[in-house]
């Protein structure tokens, strides 16, 4: 980040907003600001929407949404003097949240999501039969001595307890430049204060849902999960794997485990024509149905419609600290629809578990002549093609040129192009993972393309030199 602060063309001070993934996104970007300073877009001439979080002597802890920041590029923002921002809005008592897409209601009585009504579907997402409610907190006692995790025949069925949150307080809502965010907080076992943020964005048709809370020392056997019980009949579900699309009923393998699965970027369920789906971002374990009970069957068939974060534990005997305490925090993004494509589940989970990385170019850093990049938007390296992303973009091992791997997510063939405004690129060539080439490949208008079997990986080594030299 420093080298790229040094090589744009920009007096400081500044502030650049770097997206490494290979699409233009936007996304909520944090940072301290000095009391009296303004960010303003070098593209649009705009300051940008502050949302004032906390005050610091002299500074104030800020949130905004940077706006499309290019493929692998950035966008970068003048620090200049400004008039004084607008005092904060007061969040109000509420319930309740909407936008264009959602209306999402919590139970002030039990702790937590009651209902996610989706507008565009027109239907109720949440299963009003469940024992638990959206997002909710669910500590699991017991396990001790049990076939929990092992299989094992004279080890005796886990006898665990399930224990959800419970009432929520102080629950407020507020409105903010880039959506609305409902805040309340509730209590459960062993973590008697956990605070939680809802947001809905303008133009987005997703849900963020923020956990933090302390957890306290518990020196036995325990596992703490966050429920998503969806109303999806005759429940279907889905993860994204390794490198593809996996569905347990369908696609597991004889003995393989059925009560816990990693999803790479999210999961989901269908049934009754809708679709949801939760990407863990700060959890990979999820169960589906149930909570894991050590029970190993031998067909995957779900109890239910819900997906389980399956966020902590302390089975596993060795190599894990037995007491799991602290200070934790738990994101989750959901979103739905009659159906979801793979490859766009695949690509918000990017954006969710990536965030937009920031640096800034002080007061005190270098002035006069700086480096030839734009200080306004640019991208070193996009990648164009439905289902395609962009795994790795490095120096070749061998330093001859630069290796850029690229991977298949919607499940069919397809064309990728690799493009650049500010690289042009010389020689390509096919290799594989061990950056051996392979055969050469046409450049096309400057830009390399290449096709893609279903859930292909692909590896290519490029020659390439900054555009104009």
């Known amino acids: 980040m420093s080298r790229l602060l040094e090589s744009i063309g920009i007096e400081p001070p500044a502030m650049v907003v770097f997206n490494s993934l290979g699409h233009e996104r936007s996304g909520l970007v944090e940072m301290d600001l000095s009391n009296g300073v303004q960010l303003v877009d070098t593209e649009t001439g705009q300051p940008a929407a502050l949302e004032r979080l906390r005050v610091g002597e002299g500074y104030r802890r800020v949130r905004f949404l940077a706006s499309r920041v290019p493929a692998m590029g950035y966008r970068v923002y003048r620090m200049q003097g400004g008039q004084a921002a607008p005092a904060a809005p007061e969040p109000k008592p509420a319930n309740a949240i909407e936008n264009e897409f959602y209306r999402v209601t919590i139970d002030p009585h039990r702790g937590g999501v009651s209902s996610v009504f989706d507008k565009q579907a027109g239907r109720e997402l949440v299963d009003s039969r469940s024992p638990y409610l959206l997002g909710q907190y669910v500590y699991v006692a017991g396990g001790d001595d049990s076939r929990l995790i092992h299989i094992s025949e004279h080890l005796p069925t886990a006898n665990l307890t399930v224990s959800p949150a419970e009432a929520a307080a102080e629950a407020t809502a507020l409105e903010t430049p880039w959506g609305e965010q409902l805040q309340y907080r509730v209590s459960g076992l062993h973590a008697p204060r956990i605070d939680v943020e809802i947001r809905l964005f303008h133009g987005e048709k997703k849900i963020?849902?923020?956990?933090?809370?302390?957890?306290?020392?518990?020196?036995?056997?325990?596992?703490?999960?966050?429920?998503?019980?969806?109303?999806?009949?005759?429940?279907?579900?889905?993860?994204?794997?390794?490198?593809?699309?996996?569905?347990?009923?369908?696609?597991?393998?004889?003995?393989?485990?059925?009560?816990?699965?990693?999803?790479?970027?999210?999961?989901?369920?269908?049934?009754?024509?809708?679709?949801?789906?939760?990407?863990?971002?700060?959890?990979?374990?999820?169960?589906?149905?149930?909570?894991?009970?050590?029970?190993?069957?031998?067909?995957?068939?779900?109890?239910?419609?819900?997906?389980?974060?399956?966020?902590?534990?302390?089975?596993?005997?060795?190599?894990?600290?037995?007491?799991?305490?602290?200070?934790?925090?738990?994101?989750?993004?959901i979103t739905s629809g009659a159906t979801l494509d793979p490859a766009a589940l695949s690509r918000?989970?990017?954006?969710?578990?990536?965030?937009?990385?920031?640096?800034?170019?002080?007061?005190?850093?270098?002035?006069?002549?700086?480096?030839?990049?734009?200080?306004?938007?640019?991208?070193?390296?996009?990648?164009?093609?439905?289902?395609?992303?962009?795994?790795?973009?490095?120096?070749?091992?061998?330093?001859?040129?630069?290796?850029?791997?690229?991977?298949?997510?919607?499940?069919?063939?397809?064309?990728?192009?690799?493009?650049?405004?500010?690289?042009?690129?010389?020689?390509?060539?096919?290799?594989?993972?061990?950056?051996?080439?392979?055969?050469?490949?046409?450049?096309?208008?400057?830009?390399?393309?290449?096709?893609?079997?279903?859930?292909?990986?692909?590896?290519?080594?490029?020659?390439?030199?900054?555009?104009?030299?």
């Open 208 to 333: 963020e849902i923020v956990n933090r809370f302390q957890k306290e020392p518990v020196n036995v056997k325990e596992a703490i999960y966050f429920a998503f019980p969806f109303a999806a009949p005759q429940p279907q579900f889905e993860y994204e794997g390794q490198n593809g699309t996996v569905n347990p009923a369908r696609d597991e393998l004889a003995g393989g485990c059925r009560e816990w699965y990693t999803a790479g970027h999210w999961s989901s369920v269908s049934g009754g024509g809708i679709t949801a789906a939760v990407i863990p971002v700060d959890a990979p374990l999820v169960s589906f149905g149930d909570i894991n009970r050590g029970l190993w069957p031998e067909k995957f068939e779900p109890k239910s419609s819900t997906i389980f974060s399956y966020a902590l534990n302390n089975y596993w005997h060795t190599n894990f600290p037995r007491v799991q305490s602290g200070e934790f925090t738990f994101r989750y993004v």
């Open 348 to 469: 918000l989970g990017r954006e969710s578990l990536t965030p937009l990385e920031t640096g800034e170019l002080g007061g005190n850093d270098k002035r006069g002549l700086r480096g030839s990049l734009p200080a306004t938007p640019a991208s070193f390296l996009g990648v164009d093609g439905d289902g395609v992303e962009l795994e790795t973009f490095k120096p070749a091992e061998d330093g001859n040129g630069y290796i850029v791997r690229l991977l298949e997510t919607a499940g069919h063939a397809g064309r990728a192009r690799i493009s650049s405004r500010l690289i042009e690129f010389s020689r390509a060539w096919l290799c594989n993972a061990a950056e051996d080439n392979l055969r050469e490949i046409s450049l096309s208008s400057g830009g390399v393309e290449v096709d893609l079997s279903p859930y292909a990986i692909v590896s290519l080594r490029v020659l390439a030199r900054p555009a104009g030299r």
